[in-house]
């Protein structure tokens, strides 16, 4: 071939789909920056922020959403699928695409049936262990399916991993705890509880993180909470002097840095949350969103069978339940060492670089 490869990835909509395409596309560049690579996405999706933010160039799709109920919008789906796969059909024709790499949702089906009429190969990850509508189908146009947890029920599934970035891939959490914790203002000796729920924050967890303050604190267990953006209304009040911290944040611009500084962490069993803290080795009580299919709860369920944390349904969770159940654990060095290790064997830290493979192997095939 006398052009560089001309690599094609489909994942826009979610910071579910988006941070594993983009740790791909590192990975591949890392090989050879002689590589074309092309993210497809929306206009309203956040890809449109992330993926210029990273240096890729971003080509966009008509998105062809699919309702989850049988409603009169579902009559104009095939319409949409139509126009949205003749415009991806020409744009993979301009690209001279060699592969498309689908990560699922409304941006990879049409990516997936322009492919298959215009003969491009095609390589499909899914990163939750309940696969997607668009996935599911990309699973049978083919070459190579990739799966974030073994067992997935996804037709030619491989369990390569998450890809993730390699900040947080190549976490050395008690290397960097000290200089992680000095960020945050936290104790550097102290057990720490690192509370998230997402980009946005999660009422739930905001709630009975900040109920069982006074008991954390006095207990000697310092806090680590980010409470979302828009959650300005979530505060502590200021701790005695001389008590443990509590340190409420809007939003964590380096995760990495909160993995360090953390011994356990309270959160969703989001994909990439659950494959982040299993690679760095960090346990956590999971709460699976109370909506949706049930992915979540299926997400967390190979680092719980590894013994590397707990789940606790979000109806739950109170501060009672972080008293009774999450303070021993966090006062007791030996159990927080046990299940560290737990989650760490549960982990996959080079899914970036096995769905490389997948993806050079099958562009020059």
């Not at 922020?49 to 309702?67: C, E, N, Q, S």
């Not at 509508?133 to 990739?146: D, F, H, K, Y």
């Not at 905001?206 to 959650?231: F, I």
């Not at 709460?287 to 069978?305: F, H, K, M, S, Y």
Request: glycine share 10%; aromatic share 4%.
């Amino acid at each position: 071939m006398n052009r560089p490869l001309s690599v094609v990835l489909a994942g826009g909509g979610t910071g579910g789909h988006i941070e594993p395409m983009l740790a791909l596309a590192d990975a591949l560049r890392r090989r050879s920056g002689e590589l074309r690579i092309t993210c497809l996405g929306t206009a309203r999706g956040m890809e449109t922020r992330l993926v210029p933010a990273r240096g890729y160039d971003l080509r966009l799709i008509p998105p062809v959403p699919l309702p989850r109920k049988p409603t009169s919008d579902l009559l104009r789906v095939p319409g949409r699928v139509r126009r949205s796969v003749a415009e991806t059909r020409a744009l993979l024709h301009e690209l001279t695409a060699d592969v498309v790499v689908g990560f699922g949702g409304y941006v990879a089906l049409p990516a997936y049936l322009a492919a298959r009429r215009s003969g491009i190969p095609v390589v499909v990850h899914e990163q939750n262990a309940l696969p997607g509508l668009a996935n599911r189908i990309g699973a049978r146009l083919a070459a190579r399916v990739a799966v974030t947890a073994p067992g997935t029920p996804l037709h030619r599934g491989e369990h390569v991993g998450m890809p993730l970035r390699r900040a947080i891939s190549s976490l050395d959490r008690a290397a960097r705890r000290a200089e992680a914790r000095t960020e945050f203002g936290l104790d550097a000796d102290l057990p720490t509880l690192l509370v998230f729920g997402g980009s946005q924050g999660a009422a739930t967890l905001n709630r009975a993180a900040v109920g069982a303050a006074d008991a954390l604190t006095a207990a000697g267990v310092q806090v680590l909470h980010a409470r979302g953006p828009k959650n300005t209304d979530v505060t502590v009040p200021a701790r005695p002097a001389g008590g443990a911290p509590y340190v409420v944040v809007d939003y964590l611009e380096c995760m990495e840095l909160a993995y360090a500084a953390a011994d356990l962490a309270l959160c969703r069993s989001g994909a990439v949350t659950v494959a982040e803290l299993s690679a760095v080795g960090l346990p956590a009580a999971f709460v699976p969103l109370p909506i949706g299919n049930g992915e979540q709860r299926r997400n967390a369920q190979p680092v719980l069978d590894a013994g590397g944390g707990l789940l606790v349904e979000d109806a739950e969770l109170d501060p009672g339940w972080i008293a009774d159940r999450l303070l021993p654990l966090l006062t007791d060095p030996a159990a927080l060492a046990g299940l560290a290790r737990h989650a760490a064997a549960a982990g996959v830290a080079d899914g970036d670089e096995r769905l490389a493979d997948i993806v050079c192997e099958v562009a020059r095939r």
